[in-house]
């Protein structure tokens, strides 16, 4: 091999060497973030709770809304809802062999920070038919320290899943983003002024009549308690849980399996 030849295949191996200390930091970036988030979140449930003690003690759960009523209406299930009572909500990929379910708490902040991190590129997985990736969402905030809108949010949700399923997926996103994702004890997800106004930033929700009739009405609140009650019959006790294949996946593992799966991140 010519000294010249020689040269160029080891700065062809330094160049394949940095590109993968870099690829492997940004993984461990992530992970170190997703453990810290799910490190967290017990601390913020305390503070959150000795909030929520006060702010409910005179019975005001921060909505007008009859959560009780809405336990006896008739169900309404949104278009592009699948599965039993419509609690299914399929962001692609349904002819994949391998199944992400995704169990998530709107007002839950490590969520947040999950979805900040690795959302766009599970969307993105599923989109390209690397699996199936399904949508839970539960009320774990909402039953523990008061308040309501973990059901509220999601009852919006299903205003947007009515719409079409581009819409459920752009707005749950925005709703997890760093720019609208309330802290935790400030439960803002139960003012429908407030979750329209998010809305605005999805270009199907923005003007649409139809749905800023179903979120004011609560059209799916009765849905959105289905999907609650889904959550629970599944036995998820802390959020966000990720299941691939049925099987819980430890969330510092998840990019790997992630990129096992197929996803770029």
């Known amino acids: 091999m010519s000294k010249r ?15 993968e200390r870099e690829k492997q930091a940004k ?23 000795v909030a929520f003690a006060v702010t409910t003690l005179g019975g005001d759960d921060g909505s007008d809304k009859d959560w009780g009523a809405a336990k006896n209406a008739k169900l309404v299930q949104p278009a592009n809802a699948e599965g039993d009572k419509g609690t299914t909500v399929v962001l692609g990929g349904k002819d994949a062999e391998k199944t992400v379910d995704v169990y998530e708490d709107l007002r839950c902040p490590a969520c947040a920070q999950f979805e900040q991190q690795l959302g766009e590129p599970m969307k993105k997985g599923a989109e390209d038919d690397k699996y199936q990736l399904n949508i839970h969402l539960g009320a774990i905030i909402d039953g523990r320290f008061g308040g309501s809108g973990s059901k509220n949010a999601a009852s ?72 609650i ?34 996803v770029k991140l």
């Open 156 to 227: 919006a949700l299903g205003a947007a899943l009515n719409v079409s399923t581009e819409a459920f997926k752009e707005y749950h996103g925005l709703l997890y983003s760093a720019d609208h994702h309330p802290p935790e004890n400030e439960d803002k997800f139960a003012d429908n002024e407030y979750l329209l106004d998010v809305a605005k930033n999805v270009d199907e929700l923005k003007g649409n009549k139809q749905f800023q009739k179903d979120v004011n009405k609560g059209t799916f609140d009765k849905w959105a308690l289905e999907m």
């Open 229 to 262: 009650n889904s959550f629970e019959d599944a036995g998820i006790e802390g959020t966000p849980t990720v299941k691939i294949d049925g099987e819980v996946v430890d969330t510092r593992q998840l990019p790997t399996k992630l990129e096992e799966l197929g």
């Open 27 to 49: 993984k461990e970036k992530v992970r170190r973030q997703l453990f810290v988030g799910g490190a967290v979140v017990g601390l913020l449930a305390v503070v959150g709770g």
């Open 5 to 19: 030849n020689s040269q160029e295949a080891k700065r062809a191996a330094r160049e394949r060497l940095r590109i």
